[in-house]
């Protein structure tokens, strides 16, 4: 799939352009397109588990059931979704709404450190003011 030409300052230049979304898009691949992800994670003090595709939900919620220590739920960092950016010219990153989780505030964090480290790269973070469950 060749790359999408976009014009700039009056010429075509090529441009590497990457999607990016949290888990509660609850899309782990896209085909034909650059995509990458950030788990959410449920954390206790002895385990994390992550919202990935080889996660055993049962073993998790059998956990979760026999346990006596508290859990509780962490969003992607900002590392984690720069991480994710790689090595894209143009980034989307999409998160959970903005309302529910931090998400969006650690993506528009690794956007601008990303911004700071590539000057020439532009990342926009979109709020998806939704939440889907799995």
């Not at 984690?80 to 964090?109: D, P, R, Y």
Request: charged residues 25%; contains cysteine.
């Amino acid at each position: 799939m060749p790359k999408p030409m976009v014009a700039l300052a009056g010429k075509e230049v090529c441009m590497n352009y990457k999607i990016v979304a949290d888990s509660s898009a609850n899309l782990f691949a896209v085909e034909g397109v650059d995509y990458g992800y950030v788990p959410l994670k449920i954390i206790t003090a002895e385990k994390e588990f992550y919202d990935i595709p080889q996660q055993d939900v049962f073993e998790m919620l059998e956990y979760l059931k026999e346990t006596k220590q508290t859990s509780s739920t962490s969003c992607p960092n900002a590392f984690e979704w720069k991480e994710a950016f790689g090595e894209a010219e143009g980034v989307f990153a999409v998160t959970i709404t903005s309302n529910l989780s931090g998400s969006c505030a650690a993506a528009n964090q690794a956007k601008l450190d990303y911004e700071e480290e590539h000057p020439d790269r532009h990342v926009s973070v979109l709020s998806s003011t939704s939440v889907v469950p799995r």
